[in-house]
């Protein structure tokens, strides 16, 4: 889908809008689906021959002031203006299903039925970065997604952090909170291989109560094959933990033959093992068994505050 960026100019250089696909996004499905895929401007009032006339688009300016105040003619002839020069380096970006779409577009204008004037997307719409992850409002800043609520047609957008978006980067400071972060898990991750066996043992049961998941009964002592019992608070699933301050890829697959009869029982099964040796480290199981070494666990001591537990433990 994204092959057709490689010899397109540095996206810091372009122009980005937001354009808004019909009202309450009458032509989203058109545009998306069509062959090829297409932008579409609802402005079908407006005479093309106005558009491309050489005035400095005056008689645009006064087409719109027969209805409309000179101020909010002089927006509505900036928002046909701006579709009508934006070339094939602009960035248009949209919002549908939950997501921030983005395109880029030729520059020749079609005069469709109805009056509507449309062009091609080069490509396709993207609901996702360059780099192939989806671009999820979850994952979008609230200044941005305001743009939702915007009556208009065209728009501009926050351009530094859009484009940031589509190309997968970080702001610097965001850079350097990220580069200190992953520093502070590799020496958290450091503190947690150093925890006795039971320290470990009660650190892994916080981890996960801090994760929504609740201790059913503590079976280490009964049952080598499983040292926590746990069922998710939220969404009722079973889980069984084995804990192992150090293992081996041997160990692992003794334990999960040993686990065969376990299994049917439980939604997750997760193996916690700090200090792994290299061909455990390595493994991606694939009978789902879910392995986390001391890199998530340190992740995960942030998340639920466990920091200073640590800190107290092994300082």
Known sequence: ???????????????????????GGE?????????????????????????VLNDEWKSVQKFFEKNHKPGSASNHTRQVRTFYEADENTVWITFHDNKLWWCRTEKEITVEDQNLKSKRV?????????????????????ELLTTKAY?????????????????????EEAEEIKALTSELQNKIGGLIQ?????????????????????????LGKQEKTIDL??????????????????????????YE?????????YQKVFYVCPRPEKGLKDLKPQTGT????????????????????????TG
């Open 229 to 254: 019992d746990l069922e998710s608070t939220v969404t009722g699933e079973r889980g069984v933990v084995q804990v192992k301050a150090k293992s081996n890829l041997d160990e692992f697959l003794d």
């Open 151 to 171: 009556r208009g047609t065209i728009c501009s957008v926050p351009k530094e952090y859009v484009l940031r978006k589509i190309t997968g980067q970080l702001s």
């Open 290 to 313: 879910i392995l986390y070494f001391s890199d998530k666990l340190a992740e995960l001591a942030i998340s639920a505050g466990l920091v200073d537990w640590l800190i107290k433990k």
């Open 27 to 51: 032509f989203v499905d058109r545009c998306f689906q069509s062959d090829p895929n297409l932008i579409i401007l609802d402005y079908r009032e407006v005479p093309h021959e106005l558009c």
């Open 257 to 265: 033959k040993e686990l065969e009869g376990f299994r049917k029982d």
């Open 122 to 142: 080069i490509g396709t719409w993207s609901d996702k970065d360059i780099l192939g992850n989806k671009l999820l409002f979850g994952n979008l800043s609230g």
């Open 1 to 23: 889908m994204q092959k057709y960026l490689i010899n397109q100019p540095p996206f810091e250089a372009n122009p980005t809008y937001y354009i808004k696909l019909g009202q």
């Open 194 to 218: 150093k925890l006795y066996w039971n320290d470990l043992e009660l650190f892994v049961d916080l981890v996960f109560r801090q994760s929504g998941w609740r201790r059913v009964s503590y």
